[in-house]
């Protein structure tokens, strides 16, 4: 109401409406009640009056900048002057600037009304509209583009209001203001791109780190990047949560390989393999009881071939194999047969103690299951394939897990391991030429996944790090106590997740080093070999039992 008078709205309403400075004796009911009725502006009024009264004031500002300059400048060079030649010309020359700058104000003031040029804004967005419009008259000159010129006004206008926010009602407010300014006005899209990708990598890099990401392998940021800096300061200043990170990542990637043999877990511990090993080998039982004959026609030429390698390698013949031949034959077998035959040739394989006759064995399973497979119909055919592929992947994570490391205990595979592995299994040369179903991850994670050298002294500065603190707080002597919270304190931010994927984000690294996602990533498939070659059979080497 009219009659009650609050000092504090009043005083709004002098500032924002009364059209010239008025005392608070000098009341006028009728107008205030007015003022008191009219509705809060909204958001979208507010923006645009402090759009308008932003570009009036930084009109006002660009007009009086130049005299003023000049009048600055005058007020040294009149002391010199008068001292000197006192009421020379030169010296009342000096002062005009000053009186232009007056003249210029004025001018503006009668362009665009006071209330315009003194309209407060009344919410934030609308703060933030008035600071920025404030700067983007003095664009109008200046060296560059005006695209770059204006981009760098709104810049500056929105760190000056941004420290403006942030410090509001302190003594620091004109500083952070004046600091904002000047950091947006650096802003260029150049300096927004490196503070949005901090560390940008070469698409090489970036196609390797997306494999592993596509696969949910979130290595640390420090090894996403390969940044050597970064990686000290996550490995010195992170301390347990960095550990954490680096097992997390481990698990995953252990995970990643697993899933190529149809295995969901995040360790090869024993007893997740031979589960493995039991539920594909039903995969082959099921096939087998669909199909109560099995054409193995063709068996025997290539029997015979492996059999004479054996031999010509150990200088006498195999009865063991002689054996299985005959059990064989060349023509058809019945399904329940085949599983047996299957059961008996992996038992032999693990049992005899020469590499020559397992290796022998492994190729009688091959050549077998490549004309069982070739007679199927095209489902069975199409679950036999699958089963093959796994059990042949479960034979490579066995021998990438295998081995006296503590990863290994505790069913860890890393990718060294696994590039042995793979080497292993599918032969000389089959890890450079990218083949097999491990290739890409295995190449990704030894790109990314390598740790900096861990010299114990986080880990020494860790154990003695509360101790010291509580000693130095109870004799008096924070600083030290304050060093170390400071640094208990770092660690946990550096890890958190929001700053990992600040530090790790590669968004704008196509703008600084070029595409990383589409070359990049045909980069990769170039070095890891043909991508084809991972849709046709393995390679030859141990096969399901």
Do not use: C
């Amino acid at each position: 109401m009219a009659d009650e008078f609050d000092p504090a709205a009043y005083a709004k309403y002098l500032a924002e409406e009364a059209p010239a400075p008025q005392a608070a004796a000098q009341f006028d009911p009728a107008a205030y009640a007015k003022y008191l009725a009219e509705p809060e502006p909204s958001v979208g009024m507010d923006v645009l009056k402090s759009i308008g009264s932003g570009l009036a004031q930084g009109a006002q500002g660009a007009a009086v900048a130049g005299p003023l300059a000049i009048d600055l400048l005058s007020r040294g060079v009149e002391k010199a002057a008068n001292y000197l030649a006192p009421g020379s010309s030169f010296t009342q020359s000096l002062e005009q600037g000053r009186q232009q700058a007056e003249q210029n104000r004025q001018a503006i003031q009668r362009l665009v009304g006071q209330r315009s040029i003194d309209y407060q804004p009344q919410t934030v967005p609308g703060q933030f509209a008035g600071t920025m419009a404030s700067f983007l008259p003095a664009a109008v000159a200046g060296p560059g583009g005006i695209g770059r010129r204006v981009g760098q006004a709104l810049g500056a206008g929105l760190g000056s209001e941004a420290a403006g926010q942030a410090t509001a009602g302190t003594d620091y407010e004109p500083a952070a203001r004046a600091a904002g300014a000047l950091a947006g006005g650096v802003m260029t899209p150049a300096v927004a791109r490196r503070i949005g990708t901090p560390f940008p990598v070469a698409p090489e890099r970036a196609a390797a780190l997306q494999t592993l990401r596509d696969e949910g392998v979130i290595p640390p940021a420090s090894m996403a990047t390969g940044s050597k800096t970064l990686k000290y300061a996550e490995s010195e200043i992170g301390g347990g949560r960095y550990a954490d990170a680096v097992e997390r990542m481990n698990k995953q990637f252990t995970a990643a390989a697993l899933r190529r043999a149809g295995i969901d877990a995040e360790a090869a511990t024993p007893e997740v393999l031979n589960q493995a090993a039991t539920d594909i080998g039903s995969q082959f039982d099921k096939v087998a009881a669909n199909n109560p004959v099995i054409s193995v026609q063709g068996f025997g030429p290539q029997a015979d071939a492996i059999h004479a390698d054996y031999q010509a390698l150990t200088g006498a013949k195999s009865p063991l194999l002689a054996q299985l031949s005959k059990r064989i034959g060349n023509s058809i077998i019945s399904g329940d047969d085949y599983t047996k035959l299957r059961s008996d040739i992996a038992r032999y394989a693990r049992k005899t103690s020469s590499q020559e006759l397992e290796d022998a064995l492994n190729g009688f399973k091959n050549k077998l299951d490549d004309v069982v497979q070739a007679g199927l119909n095209p489902a069975d055919a199409q679950a036999w394939a699958q089963a093959r592929r796994q059990w042949f992947n479960l034979l490579t994570l066995k021998k990438a897990v295998g081995g006296p490391t503590e990863g290994a205990a505790f069913g860890q595979i890393s990718p060294a391991k696994l590039s042995q592995a793979i080497e292993s299994m599918g032969g000389q040369g089959t890890y450079a030429m990218g083949r097999g179903d491990f290739a890409d991850l295995a190449r990704a994670g030894n790109a990314i996944m390598r740790q900096a050298a861990d010299s114990g002294t986080a880990g020494r500065l860790a154990t003695w790090a509360v101790p010291l603190a509580l000693a130095d707080l109870l004799s008096g002597h924070t600083m030290t106590g304050m060093t170390v919270a400071a640094r208990a304190a770092a660690g946990p931010a550096l890890m958190s997740r929001l700053a990992q994927r600040i530090l790790a984000n590669q968004r704008y690294a196509n703008q600084a080093l070029g595409p990383a996602s589409a070359a990049g990533r045909r980069s990769l498939s170039a070095i890891a070999g043909p991508a084809a070659y991972q849709a046709e059979q393995p390679p030859q080497g141990a096969w399901p039992p």
